[in-house]
């Protein structure tokens, strides 16, 4: 069977993002929106170096800070803009939107973790595009476009259940790794060799104090 490529192009703003807080008729509480700063794009392929940012993501603090920080980095979560179409064009998100869609997802890990396939199976859906667009020597390449980056974590994340990987967290840096559940990696305890070599100089260095 053919392999079908994931491909999400994510446009950030370069400015970043800010709070908005906006009050609205019968709401004692004014909703804090993120808006984007509206400088200058830039493209990103963010699933191409991080394999397990959908775990990033899940792990965010319910703290508006926390998403401005992710934004900045990947761009807007549940919607997309780009210099074709500008930066706002009407679609924002607030941040209890973005609350829920972090939970949302932070839950189906921990199902996956627990091994309650069947919550998966029920709840799991990510909206996805299929396009054809040319491979770098000629022909075409059928590749699944998630709309939103939320989309392409969800994918991310979809892709991970089926491989049926496991979750790690690395022991000398604490990121998150993914191990085959049927290689050899399965045993793996560091996220690279740079950690592993870490690791195991720390431990020759404090085993050889006096
Ligand atoms: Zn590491």
Do not use: C, E, W
């Given at each position: 069977m053919a392999t079908l490529e994931i491909n999400f192009e994510a446009w950030v703003d370069s400015h970043g993002y800010e709070l908005s807080?906006?009050?609205e008729k019968g709401r004692k509480s004014p909703i804090v929106w993120f808006e984007p700063k509206g400088g200058?794009?830039?493209?990103?392929?963010?699933?191409?170096?991080?394999?397990?940012?959908?775990?990033?993501?899940?792990?965010?603090?319910?703290?508006?800070d926390a998403?401005?920080?992710?934004?900045?980095?990947?761009?807007?979560?549940?919607?997309?803009?780009s210099p074709e179409y500008g930066h706002g064009w009407g679609e924002e998100e607030s941040f209890s939107e973005l609350k829920d869609s972090k939970s949302e997802l932070h839950e189906m890990i921990e199902h996956w973790?627990?091994?309650?396939?069947?919550y998966l199976e029920r709840d799991f859906r990510a909206g996805v595009e299929a396009k054809l667009k040319?491979?770098?020597?000629?022909?075409?390449?059928?590749?699944?476009?998630?709309?939103?980056?939320?989309?392409?974590?969800?994918?991310?994340?979809g892709q991970a259940v089926s491989n049926d990987r496991a979750l790690r967290a690395c022991q000398w840096c604490g990121a998150w790794f993914e191990t085959g559940a049927q290689s050899k990696r399965t045993s793996a305890r560091f996220c690279s060799d740079r950690c592993r070599t870490r690791f195991h100089n720390d431990r020759r260095l404090k085993g050889a104090k006096p």
């Open positions: 807080l906006r009050k200058p794009f830039v493209k990103l392929s963010p699933l191409d170096f991080h394999s397990t940012l959908y775990k990033q993501f899940a792990d965010i603090p319910d703290d508006p998403y401005l920080d992710f934004m900045y980095k990947f761009g807007p979560i549940t919607y997309t803009h973790r627990a091994g309650s396939l069947k040319p491979y770098q020597n000629g022909g075409l390449s059928l590749r699944l476009m998630p709309r939103t980056l939320y989309d392409a974590l969800l994918l991310q994340f």
